[in-house]
């Protein structure tokens, strides 16, 4: 089964931005959807951004305008570029395919906003 390693995360302060990748052990050409997810200390993992292999994309109301996500399907990557980073993006961030049933998930990557 393909195995998520998340990149990427670190302490930025409100305003900057982190560009976090995803590398899958194997092919992610046949999986139609993938996305990036994140988990705050204390809440339930939320969905951030989904994208298609076809290219079109959705993002959650909180991160729309902010946050792109990417995908190359050649190097079974996802890569998810994000900017204007507030305190409240603050989490863990987790990659996988958008489906009934997921992948098993990585160990994801902190990402943590703070003056």
């Known amino acids: 089964q393909v195995q998520l390693v998340e990149s990427g995360g670190g302490l930025v302060q409100p305003g900057g931005s982190l560009r976090l990748s995803c590398a899958a052990s194997?092919?992610?050409?046949?999986?139609?959807?993938m996305g990036w997810y994140r988990q705050a200390p204390g809440k339930q993992r939320e969905f951030v951004a989904a994208?298609?292999?076809?290219?079109?994309?959705t993002y959650a109301d909180s991160v729309k305008g902010r946050f792109t996500i990417s995908r190359n399907n050649a190097k079974n990557t996802v890569a998810l570029q994000m900017n204007s980073l507030k305190p409240e993006d603050t989490g863990v961030y987790y990659c996988?395919?958008?489906?009934?049933?997921?992948?098993?998930w990585g160990q994801g990557t902190q990402v943590t906003v703070s003056s």
């Open positions: 194997g092919s992610i050409s046949s999986i139609n959807v």
């Open positions: 996988n395919r958008v489906s009934l049933s997921f992948l098993p």
């Open positions: 994208i298609v292999t076809g290219g079109r994309t």
